[in-house]
């Protein structure tokens, strides 16, 4: 009995109040403030998410999931790439060697890090190379140059061009760069300027042949893993059990795309934390209008609430009502403000409102990807928020005393 009495008192209190308006305009205030709020919230955070992952991924064009690199001159050598594919199935694997060089042309040079690799096995974990037309590398001294670089130099197929070396070739007189004129074999474009402008790849051959190199030796192995983060502890340890078989030491270490960029995830995700927190002060602030509008509910119905109190109802009936009016308020408020976050989630993946750079972030339009953490913890929060602000007015309303409203009422 007592259940249906509190829900027919809810509903008349939430009915619009023509003979005091305002309290009603205040209760409709403070449901689009939640609901803003929340809005806001969750389309913010998706934004921010989908800006992460569009990073993370031009990230992964440049840094691999895993890359075990030599610290030492010694370098890398066939046998430990033989054996770590034997042992490790499941991952796939490219050797490089690297080294610098300068590309003169125009009366300019171009300062550039050059790849030797093996073209087949580098187009399996590297899906720049994968979009790539160019199949192999047809002559010792040919290269895959950036597509934005090949163009900005006016460059043709297998046309020329020199590059100057870091590596010194001994004359009669002095030392003086190895130069060597390589043809352009193809194009790959990462959708960055910097990586394309920056990165040429090779064959083994032709940087052996720049450093008079007779040994085959890597400066590291490139490694694609679906799970970079387990793999790695096991890669480490591939690399101790190679030196107990063979009595060789290995001048190894092995890193994951995640340490490369460690600085700049935190950043990201300290930033979307405290942006988190600085927009949910959008829902504290709404929850006022909550507080408010009870506190003005409760006070103008005084007369009601003790004539309640009076035919028998306790205070903690009393309390629940008007906690209930508050939570319905507030939780209507962050259902209509979830619903309309995946509204304008939805139009903005539809259509290209919003145009960004595509030279600046390599996308056109905004990246939109809501994770279902987010959606909980700001439900919660708003939730959280939204039943703190119906407590006080609850309690108050509680707390009326029932003799002194009926002797001056």
Known sequence: MRVKLIMFILKHYLKFDKTQPFISVTAILAFLGVGVGVMVLLVTMSIMNGMMKEFENKLFIMNYPLTIFSVSSNGLTPELLHFLEKKFSHLKFSPYMQTQAIIRMNAEIYPVVVYGVDLKKEKEINKV????????????????????FYYSLGLEKHEKLMLIFTDLAPTGLALTPKMKKFSVEGTFNSGLKNYDNSIIYTSFDAIKAIRGARKTLYEGFHVFSNNPMKDKELLINALLEYEQKTGKSVYADVQGWWEQNGNFFSAMELEKRALFLVLMLIILMASLNIISSLLMVVMNRRKEIALLISLGASKKDVKKIFFRLGAVIGVSGIL???????FIMWILKTFNIISIPIDVYGVSKL???????????????????????SYYPAKKASQIDVLQVLRNE
């Open 367 to 389: 990246p939109i990807e809501l994770l279902w953490t987010d959606l909980l913890w700001t439900i919660v929060g708003a939730c959280f928020i939204v039943c703190l602000s």
């Open 129 to 148: 190379l994968q979009e790539s037309r160019t199949q192999t590398f047809n002559d010792t001294f040919s290269i895959v140059a950036g597509e934005t």
């Open 336 to 342: 209509f403000g979830v619903i309309g976050a995946f």
